[in-house]
């Protein structure tokens, strides 16, 4: 009889040990689950902060850029019409050196020629491409 209490027993223990290697993973398992949780919500969280700086200085560089169209339009209004000033500030410093590279090219003459030819013979039907709608806007019917 003593032994097959003793193989009862032995059973019993057995039986609690594994129950115990079972919980024991069954809290490993929980607290990864935990971690990984705890770890997105964190990184979601991240993203969210980055997202919502990206918007704000999304929203600045905007804000930016419509100031330095207020500026252009300005400079345009206190320009002769036509002049090399009125062009750079009414259609921007690239529209200006590209077309004056055009010009150039065009008539075999230099820069600075191209610079003269283009102020004398100013018309907005060949400014046209280049301009900016918010510039038109700030400067209204000229």
Partial sequence: MAGFFD???VSWQHYKEEEKKRDEAWQRKCI???EKDRAARQKAAEEAAKK???EENCKLMRQQIMQLKVRRAERAESCEIG???YLRARYGDYAYSSMLKVAAKEL???EKEAAEFLTE???EALWKPWED???ELFLGNR
């Fill in 7 to 9: 193989s009862i027993k």
């Fill in 32 to 34: 990864e689950t935990q």
């Fill in 52 to 54: 919502a700086k990206d």
């Fill in 83 to 85: 002049s090399d000033g």
């Fill in 108 to 110: 075999g003459c230099s």
């Fill in 121 to 123: 013979n100013y018309s």
């Fill in 133 to 135: 709608e918010d510039v």
